[in-house]
């Protein structure tokens, strides 16, 4: 199993009603997408959070069905659309426990 996670800060004042059609935007990929073997689209409620308030988790059969998901033409118009005019800025983790990861 492949992962990545993006968290994202949202631009101050964006409605909660964009903030949920942009999730289900999100969520919706995975009907579509193949490669994606879960996909998820939460609030983020860490303590620590430094401004990232909504987090994509997703996991793909490989990292190359990963790089084929971020560049399929329908998580671009999601990304363009959705996404782009509610974010201030994002920051992606990537990788599987194989590539060094601790475990426990």
């Not at 987090?55 to 069905?65: H, K, P, V």
């Amino acid at each position: 199993m492949f992962h990545c996670t993006i968290l994202f800060a949202l631009k101050p004042g964006i409605s909660l009603e964009r903030v949920r059609a942009a999730r289900e935007s999100l969520q919706a990929l995975i009907e579509t997408m193949p490669g994606v073997a879960h996909l998820t689209v939460a609030h983020n409620v860490a303590a620590d959070r430094h401004g990232y308030n909504l987090a994509l988790f997703s996991g793909f059969d490989s990292s190359n069905a990963c790089d084929i998901f971020f560049r399929h033409p329908e998580w671009q118009r999601v990304w363009r659309d959705e996404l782009v005019p509610l974010v201030e800025r994002h920051i992606v983790a990537r990788g599987t426990h194989e590539d060094g990861a601790l475990s426990g």
